[in-house]
């Protein structure tokens, strides 16, 4: 089945340092979305992007929609404890309501 | 506000056992999702439904049914449970508007 490519896979991190994760895809998506997920819990919107080159922030959350429209960056500035968590990508495909997600990635901070 | 709920939360089936699990937003959603979440894989999706009494398959649909009588429910049955489906569950909703929200997920057991 189609999924993204998201990297990296996981990530420790010391407390305050500023994060990066990317994922790319061979397809075009008219929509970007990233998701956090707490243990136990379902996945929760961080950020939505809608057009290609789309710069969006939330707090110190920053994601870009690539211009090439296959690919898609998140991060995260000034980490703190509580961003611990997994990170999941989701594409939605052109021309349909099917939303593809990336394998995510894990990140631990560090105290 | 209760969004998007599950149900059951837990569950554990006997390999040939059925069972449905139930899905129900109330936020007037058109669209909904069953995922399935496996450690490495993230999540994929299994069926959707872009409407009362639609329904489509997903990536990984072998093994489920799905219906979509109401528009605020969308249910997904196992017909003869496989150690395979052992998972984690999550349903989604969406409109062409908003992005996908997430139910806290079924953890299903087949031993």
């Known amino acids: 089945g189609q999924q993204l490519n998201q990297s990296p896979q996981s990530m420790f991190i010391q407390e305050g340092e500023d994060v990066s994760m990317n994922c790319t895809s061979s397809?075009?998506?008219?929509?970007w979305l990233w998701y956090k997920q707490d243990p136990g819990e379902g996945p929760v919107l961080l950020i939505a992007?809608?057009?290609?080159?789309e710069l969006t922030s939330n707090g110190r959350l920053t994601a870009q929609f690539g211009i090439t429209r296959k690919d898609s960056f998140l991060n995260i500035s000034a980490s703190i404890p509580s961003d611990v968590g997994i990170y999941f990508c989701a594409g939605q495909i052109s021309g349909t309501y099917k939303y593809i997600f990336g394998t995510g990635t894990r990140l631990k901070v560090l105290a | 506000n209760a969004g998007v709920t599950q149900t059951p939360k837990f569950r554990v089936l006997k390999t040939g056992q059925s069972m449905t699990l139930l899905c129900a937003q109330d936020m007037n959603h058109e669209y909904m999702y069953w995922y399935r979440q496996d450690p490495g894989m993230g999540l994929r999706l299994i069926h959707y439904?872009?409407?009362?009494?639609?329904?489509a398959k997903g990536e990984v649909p072998d093994g489920y049914n799905v219906s979509r009588l109401k528009k605020q429910n969308f249910l997904l049955g196992l017909e003869s449970a496989a150690p395979s489906q052992t998972s984690v569950y999550f349903c989604?909703?969406?409109?062409?508007?908003?992005?996908?929200?997430f139910g806290q997920g079924t953890r299903l057991t087949v031993v």
């Open positions: 992007l809608y057009k290609a080159g």
């Open positions: 397809s075009i998506f008219n929509t």
């Open positions: 989604a909703s969406s409109t062409t508007e908003t992005q996908a929200f």
């Open positions: 439904s872009v409407g009362e009494g639609t329904t």
